[in-house]
């Protein structure tokens, strides 16, 4: 079946890949809400997205194909009965719930083309906007609508990390329910590529946004064509892996068994890819602090297809060894084992790799000395600025999102 994905490792050559380009959602960025919006600080935008232009040049450079969010979205509204659905989806999402203020996003966004719509729903809207869009009317009510808030819509800032909302995984994709509401609001972008777009349509979907409880893609890591980890963590819940498990092992036809990767539950450890990513057939990067508090479970399906879960006990290096049918796994620690590095460069994504290829990784500058050990192990890395990316928690893995990557052969 031709779905559009192909995703059978973290590592295979990567052939297509998804971004998004941080645009006027940064901007508005204000230091009241950073919390909430889940930034610890606000990027420069301009220099935000030179970065990030870099990054994907260098994607492109070594042949990836680089599509980018918004032209997906674009693409998905086939007619203009999908348009509406996607204003309306979108503004009961964003709770917008007095009637009024709704029937002026309504007018404001209606006026927009398709582009102008899709770019000022990531971007968020000011209620500056919509009074100076020709609102005359919005005066009246708009005292009744928290005056002091300035948005009548929030941004969603963290749309760059495409890593989380949706994750491919075989030919199909999971797409999330998220931990957080600001991030909840940007799986609608995907439930409507995964709808409707012509290429995408068809994709199996082994977990769903409106299920209960939260997945996120850091979490989600494809070690092989049969080995699926997820991690439980900050943002990744028991009950969500439990049931991802279920449908992946019974329906892809690849997956054997999925490693459920106990982390601390802490915002710099947010998710599993934020202290652990593949960077070769053998080699891993680990945050050194993980691996004293790691627990994994062993999750697979009986003869019976009932699901049965073992846990082990061994150093990671054994538990990767034995289900990845390796002769010998080195794992490259973040910060080259110094405490203070390591805590530094894990704040800013130092094990967050992307892998293009077997061996072949997208790092950070900043991270110096953990791309140090990186090298010294034998890993190419292809080296991208950093300064204002890095200011969203998150590193070249958590920014993309493979949707062809080709087989690994041995
Ligand atoms: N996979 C990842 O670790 N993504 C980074 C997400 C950063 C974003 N500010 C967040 O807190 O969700």
Request: include cysteine; hydrophobic fraction near 35%; charge should be negative.
């Amino acid at each position: 079946m031709h779905t559009g994905i192909h995703n059978t490792s973290e590592i295979g050559r990567l052939q297509k890949v998804m971004l998004h380009r941080p645009g006027a959602e940064l901007e508005n960025l204000m230091p009241e809400y950073l919390e909430r919006l889940l930034f610890d600080d606000i990027p420069y935008l301009k220099e935000a997205q030179r970065e990030h232009d870099a990054f994907a040049d260098c994607l492109r450079s070594q042949g990836v194909e680089v599509v980018y969010l918004t032209d997906l979205v674009l693409q998905s509204i086939t007619d203009d009965a999908v348009r509406q659905e996607l204003m309306f989806q979108f503004l009961t999402e964003a709770n917008i719930q007095e009637p009024r203020l709704r029937e002026s996003l309504e007018r404001y966004l209606g006026d927009m083309d398709d582009r102008q719509l899709v770019e000022t729903m990531m971007a968020g809207v000011r209620k500056s906007s919509l009074n100076s869009a020709g609102g005359a009317k919005l005066g009246d009510y708009l005292s009744a609508v928290e005056t002091d808030y300035p948005f009548a819509i929030d941004p969603l800032p963290n749309l760059y990390f495409t890593r989380d909302p949706f994750a491919t995984i075989g030919i199909g994709v999971s797409l999330h329910k998220m931990h957080t509401t600001t991030r909840n609001r940007e799986t609608l972008f995907g439930k409507f590529i995964f709808e409707h777009h012509p290429t995408y349509r068809n994709a199996p979907k082994w977990y769903d946004r409106g299920e209960r409880s939260s997945l996120e893609g850091g979490d989600i890591l494809v070690l092989s064509p049969q080995v699926l980890a997820v991690g439980i963590s900050q943002r990744t819940q028991e009950d969500s892996i439990d049931q991802l498990a279920e449908t992946i092992l019974a329906k892809s036809k690849t997956f054997k068994k999925v490693l459920a990767f106990n982390i601390p539950k802490t915002r710099s450890f947010m998710h599993l890819d934020t202290v652990f990513t593949m960077v070769d057939r053998d080699k891993f990067t680990v945050h050194p602090n993980i691996l004293s508090s790691i627990t994994v479970f062993v999750m697979e399906l009986g003869k019976d297809g009932a699901m049965t879960i073992t846990q082990e006990d061994g150093r990671l290096e054994d538990i990767l060894k034995e289900h990845l049918e390796l002769d010998n796994v080195t794992l490259i620690p973040c910060g080259q084992g110094s405490e203070i590095d390591a805590a530094r460069e894990q704040w800013s994504d130092g094990s967050n790799t992307l892998a293009i290829a077997p061996g072949e990784v997208v790092v950070y500058s900043r991270n110096h000395v953990t791309n140090r050990s990186l090298e010294d192990a034998g890993v190419k890395i292809h080296v991208i600025p950093s300064a204002e990316l890095s200011r969203g928690r998150g590193g070249p893995r958590c920014m993309s999102m493979p949707l062809v990557r080709e087989d690994v052969t041995n």
